[in-house]
């Protein structure tokens, strides 16, 4: 069964920086645009950055951009996103997700998802 597991989150003081991985449990994800999202307590599932198969095409929400970089690597099904300069407002849930289709910030695309690693950044 396709599985998606996050590791490396934790907390981290304002300024300082994590580097969180997605492990996809099959080859086919190497066909497959991944994406990160977060989920703050009492708020909605947000859209962080995304990456095409083939090309690497990535895009980004705009309150991440030059901050967060996401990285993908096909021989051995990884997925990785580097948070420089964390704000307290990083604060969430981080959630790796898989579509079969092309890169799109919208989580209803989105058929895999993972269970999410806690990212706390204290001021």
């Known amino acids: 069964q396709d599985q998606l597991v996050e590791s490396g989150g934790g907390l981290v003081q304002a300024g300082g920086s994590l580097r969180l991985s997605c492990l996809a449990s099959?080859?086919?994800?190497?066909?497959?645009?991944l994406a990160w999202f977060r989920q703050a307590p009492g708020k909605g599932r947000e859209f962080i950055a995304a990456?095409?198969?083939?090309?690497?095409?990535?895009e980004y929400a705009d309150s991440v951009k030059g901050r967060f970089t996401i990285s993908r690597h096909n021989a051995n099904g990884t997925l990785s996103l580097q948070m420089n300069n964390l704000k307290p407002d990083d604060t969430a849930v981080y959630y790796c997700?898989?579509?079969?289709?092309?890169?799109?910030?919208?989580?209803?695309?989105?058929?895999?998802w993972g269970q999410g690693t806690q990212v706390t950044v204290s001021s």
């Open positions: 997700a898989a579509t079969g289709g092309g890169t799109t910030s919208l989580a209803k695309y989105y058929s895999h």
């Open positions: 099959e080859r086919t994800f190497s066909s497959y645009t």
């Open positions: 990456v095409s198969w083939g090309r690497g095409v990535t």
